[in-house]
């Protein structure tokens, strides 16, 4: 039997290679985009694009018609919750009416690991974001709907993205190790999550192989994916001196700050007794990437 799933942030950082490995699976994607001309390009020819739009409750109604599971990958880049209108909170509330009129059977979501566990927060710090996803995740669970959360760790999928003139810049002081994990091991996850009873209802946390600092990670998987880059440390205060706009700065001060003093530990257990063991390790990961480009 086929699967098949829809996919609400498909073109996003994350989305765009989860949605892609689940096609190269042979899953049966459908892809709900803002703007299916220019998601065509992102997306492999098999995923079928479907107008649809979380700020457009209409249009998300027309584009989840026959859907039965779906998945949620989305993400917030400021702290002000004030804002009326948040993908991550409005957003997922307009997607939940939308699945609960249309049927949908199953939905899916990714948030961050700490999310699950405020506990591993050493001094008590609270992740901004949190407090507007949560809105979202709170219908998800309220709805009816049978649900699976994938907690997720830092991904090693946002290390290229730092990679600029050859240097890799660590900001801070990280001496906590990470349970890194990536795209690639997610997107084996929420295969095996559809048309699973033993997935619903269920939050799972996703974690790589091994933990390792900010600093060690970065050095191994430049190792195999840009071996001729370094790795520089800078202190918190470089963000200031960047020229980023200051809605930016501050996210970006904020997320480092947070992560200097998280101390993850391992909650995956019952996600590997479910749905498998991480296939990839910080090297094989980079190895993938780097062939990719």
Known sequence: MIKKITIIGATGHLGHRVTAKLAEKGVDVTAIVRDPIAAKSKLPANVRLVQGDVSDPDSLTAALQGTETLYITLNTETLDTTLPFHTEREGVINVVAAAKETGVQ????I??????????SA?????????IRKGGIDAIKASGIPYTFFYCSFFLDSLPKLLMDNQLAVIGNHVHSIWFTN??????LVFKAINNDAA???????QGHEAKTYTEAASEFLGTYAPDADIIQLPMEAISQMGLPEEQAVFMEHVLTFVEQLQEKDVAGETRRVLGEPKYTITSFAQELREET
Do not use: C, R, W
């Open 106 to 109: 199953h939905i899916m979501q």
């Open 111 to 120: 948030a961050g690991v700490d999310y699950a566990h405020p506990e591993f």
């Open 123 to 131: 001094k008590g710090m609270a992740y901004g974001t949190n407090a």
């Open 183 to 188: 795209s690639s091991d997610l997107a084996e």
């Open 200 to 206: 619903k209802d269920k939050e799972f946390a996703v």
